[in-house]
């Protein structure tokens, strides 16, 4: 069974700061992996999606880096600014075929950026 | 454009009461559509998976009877609460695949479910 870890469960750092946030998995045969962003009470936003072939994936001043065969991924927010404040969750989908298109999700890391 | 849709996005009922939850995706085709609960500080769990005209896969320790998961359309399911207890308030969240967009998958902004 799947289990993807986040760490840490919670982070706070002084705007302008460069941050990493960690995720892990245990079945390394994946099909691809994604970060999310979740404001309170609100729904998921994607933020990149990695296939199981890719090693990192851009967008902005977020980089998401993907090491399969470890099990690893981290997302690289550079510059961060308050409005990056929330909940970033890391999922997986497993590489089984077919039309199995689930998504195994960590818990996530609260992120508070502090003006 | 990948749009999801919830309504309600929250709704406060009573215990014993049913309650339905749709889920749209407003520009594309979804055939496949999932349906998640996330309890305070914790991840988003999956329910079930909804295909198209055909019966929900459910996941293991998700009661069917009690979630009852419509897809009558490519671009509509939903899920009806039955006889809700406050366990089974929770954040409800949809998910739809898009299969004209690598099969990624784009979430609604959630539904509160509040069971006094």
């Known amino acids: 069974k799947q289990e993807v870890t986040q760490i840490p469960a919670a982070l706070s750092v002084p705007e302008g700061e460069n941050l990493v946030l960690n995720c892990s998995f245990t079945?390394?045969?994946?099909?691809?992996l994604q970060w999310f962003r979740q404001d309170p009470g609100k729904g998921l936003t994607s933020l990149l999606l990695?296939?199981?072939?890719?090693r990192e994936q851009t967008s902005g001043r977020l980089n998401a880096s993907l090491d399969k065969s470890s099990g690893r991924s981290t997302l690289y927010i550079a510059a961060s600014q308050p409005g990056d404040s929330a909940t970033y969750l890391c999922?997986?989908?497993?590489?089984?075929?077919?039309?199995?298109?689930?998504?195994?999700f960590g818990k996530g890391t609260l992120l508070t950026v502090n003006p | 454009g990948a749009v999801v849709s919830q309504h309600p996005s929250r709704v406060i009922c009573k215990s014993g009461t049913s309650v339905k939850i749709e889920c749209r995706s407003l520009?594309?085709?979804?055939?496949?559509m999932f349906w998640y609960r996330q309890f305070p500080k914790q991840s988003l769990m999956l329910m079930a998976t909804?295909?198209?005209?055909?019966?929900?896969?459910?996941e293991q320790g998700v009661e069917k009877d009690k979630f009852l998961i419509n897809h009558a359309s490519l671009t509509l399911s939903t899920l009806t609460v039955t006889s809700a207890h406050p366990e089974d308030s929770s954040f409800y969240i949809c998910?739809?695949?898009?299969?004209?967009?690598?099969?990624?998958?784009?979430f609604g902004p959630g539904t509160r479910l509040t069971v006094l």
């Open positions: 909804s295909n198209e005209g055909s019966k929900a896969t459910y």
């Open positions: 079945d390394s045969a994946i099909y691809n």
């Open positions: 990695i296939q199981s072939s890719q």
């Open positions: 998910s739809a695949r898009a299969i004209d967009r690598g099969n990624e998958q784009f």
């Open positions: 520009d594309f085709q979804a055939t496949t």
């Open positions: 999922a997986v989908r497993l590489n089984s075929g077919g039309s199995n298109y689930k998504l195994t």
